[in-house]
Every structure is written in structure tokens, then in C-alpha cells.
């Protein structure tokens, strides 16, 4: 009888945190698949220019996006696909710039900012060298291993986690393999 309790108590504790989990699921979250090109909009001596338009033009597909800078001179876009961008700042009274090259990776925030200088609008200046991105704003650690690196890397008999040693600082822990026979 005690047995028979003991069973149907521990089935009713597993039925009420299933049914607490289903009708509270916890937060998730999705992997993402693109990246955010984000700034700083300035003039020559450092004061920030509002409501400069941004224009991020892929350049493997031509696809544009476009927003505006707030009246602090900052600006993002989001959800921008992983690839390479030709990112452009403009607003009457000062030259547009362009900068080309910029790399956008999967979840990486990648800054862009311009310090615009007074001129005409029709007139363009143009940067076609870009430094590496640096993520200034967090400190998380992350690696990219890009397709060509994937397809060109000889996997036999091994498995796909162990591209994650291509990036910097990645070690296998070798005490979790290691047996000393001290196990009673």
C-alpha cells in the first residue's frame, strides 16, 4: 500500500512540473542570424549631427537599408545580414562619406562612425579601407569560422565541434578525458 502512495505521489510531483513548465516556459532565445551596423555621427570638431540619414548597402546582393540618426548623432541598424556592406552618412550642408568594406558577422556589432566634414552634398568622400572591427561595447568572447574554412578543412573522423579549436584560446581540457583508475 505504501509502495502503491509512494509511486502516486511521485507521479503527481512529475505531472505538476510538467504542466509548470508548459504553461511557463522559460525565456528563449533564438539564435540570431544577422548583425547590427551601429555609430556615431559628428561634425570636425566633435559635436554630434541629428538626423543624418545612413544608408548600409549590401554589396554581394544590393539589397539597401536605411535609418536616421537621432538628435545625438547615433544611429542603428538592425538585423542586417552577415556580408560585406558599402555603409554611407549624408545630410544637407556638410559632404557624404562612404565607407566601404565593412564586414558584417552573425550577432557581431559592428560601429561605424563618421565625423562628416562641411561642404556640399553632391560632393563625396570616400574610405575604402577599413580597420578590423573591434566589439569595444562587451566583453564576450567569440570567434567566426567562415564557410570556405569549413569546407576546405579535412573533418575525417572527427566531428564538427572541433572547429570551435580553429579560434584563439580554445583548448581541449584534457583532465576530462583521463581515467587514473582511483574509482572504487
Not at 545630410?91 to 562612404?98: L, S
Request: aromatic fraction near 6%.
Amino acid at each position: 500500500m505504501v509502495n502503491h502512495i509512494s509511486r502516486l505521489l511521485l507521479f503527481l510531483s512529475f505531472a505538476l512540473a510538467a504542466s509548470y513548465w508548459c504553461l511557463n516556459p522559460a525565456n528563449v532565445h533564438a539564435q540570431t542570424v544577422s548583425g547590427t551596423i551601429l555609430g556615431q555621427i559628428q561634425d570636425q570638431q566633435g559635436a554630434a549631427i541629428g538626423k543624418t540619414e545612413i544608408t548600409a548597402r549590401s554589396l554581394d546582393t544590393g539589397a539597401i537599408r536605411k535609418t536616421t540618426a537621432d538628435d545625438s548623432g547615433e544611429y542603428r541598424i538592425t538585423s542586417v545580414p552577415a556580408g560585406s556592406y558599402e555603409v554611407s552618412a549624408s545630410i544637407a550642408g556638410f559632404k557624404t562619406e562612404v565607407r566601404s568594406g565593412i564586414s558584417v558577422t552573425v550577432g557581431a556589432d559592428v560601429a561605424v562612425n563618421f565625423s562628416l566634414t562641411v561642404g556640399a552634398i553632391s560632393e563625396k568622400v570616400e574610405v575604402t579601407a577599413e580597420a578590423p572591427q573591434v566589439d569595444a561595447s562587451s566583453s564576450t568572447l567569440g570567434g567566426f569560422v567562415n564557410s570556405t574554412t569549413i569546407r576546405e578543412l579535412p573533418l575525417n573522423g572527427r566531428d564538427w565541434l572541433q572547429l570551435s579549436l580553429l579560434q584563439p584560446g580554445v583548448n581541449v581540457n584534457a583532465a576530462q578525458f583521463s581515467d587514473d583508475g582511483s574509482r572504487a
